[in-house]
């Protein structure tokens, strides 16, 4: 007779796991988890997928144009233009004007003095900006990267948890192989032939 051979077929329970940010589903096809529409993580890896390229962009190659980098810029110019123009008053116009010393030669060279104080006191603070700016893309790019693999971990362990539940739910059944060896109906036909000479 030849060999038996057992065949074992596991069916797995339909399973779904869900908490607030996502849901996962198993069943005999495999396991499948997405994050729940409109929920913090989807959100975020929404956010990160649409928006990656910008950012690195903007990390590598800071600019002034930001609407935050311009508020700041326009802010420091501002402050820049009434502080030289109280200094050109306080400290060059008026002390001259008083002394009936006011020379064009003199205010000329005094005020380009001041010109340029202020032109590299902006052209620092415009370097400083775009660092800081680089920085701060840097922390942003952390975060959300941070955010968006929580979100990775969260799928992961959903769908731990469903394809656990699922062989939990699971269902075995076996079928036996007789092999290639006699078969029933040639031992039906052996047995006949015995009796047919017993009887004889």
């Known amino acids: 007779m030849g060999k038996k ?5 596991t069916t797995y329970g339909n399973t779904t796991t869900k908490n607030p940010y996502a849901t996962a589903s198993t069943n005999n096809s495999g396991t499948t988890a997405s994050f ?6 989807d959100t975020v890896y929404n956010f990160v997928n649409n928006n ?5 962009d903007e990390y590598l190659n800071p600019n002034l144009n930001s609407t935050t980098n311009q508020a700041k810029l326009n802010a420091y110019t501002t402050a820049l233009n009434n502080e030289t123009t109280k200094n ?3 400290n060059i116009i008026n002390p001259l004007s008083n002394r009936n010393m006011v020379r064009s030669s003199q205010a000329t060279d005094l005020y380009k003095n001041l010109s340029d104080t202020a032109t590299d006191s902006l052209s620092s603070y415009i370097n400083d900006l775009l660092a800081e700016s680089q920085n701060n893309t840097a922390s942003v790019l952390n975060n959300l ?15 731990n948890q ?18 290639s060896g006699i078969g029933t109906s040639q031992i039906t036909n052996i047995l006949g032939n015995i009796a047919k000479i017993f009887a004889g």
């Open 5 to 9: 051979s057992n065949k074992t077929t």
């Open 36 to 41: 729940n529409e409109g929920s913090a993580l």
């Open 52 to 56: 990656i390229n910008s950012l690195l």
């Open 88 to 90: 050109l008053e306080n």
């Open 145 to 159: 990267l941070s955010a968006y693999m929580q979100g990775y971990n969260v799928i992961s362990d959903m769908q």
């Open 162 to 179: 469903s394809l656990a539940t699922s062989k939990g739910n699971a269902t075995t059944t076996t079928e036996y192989n007789s092999g």
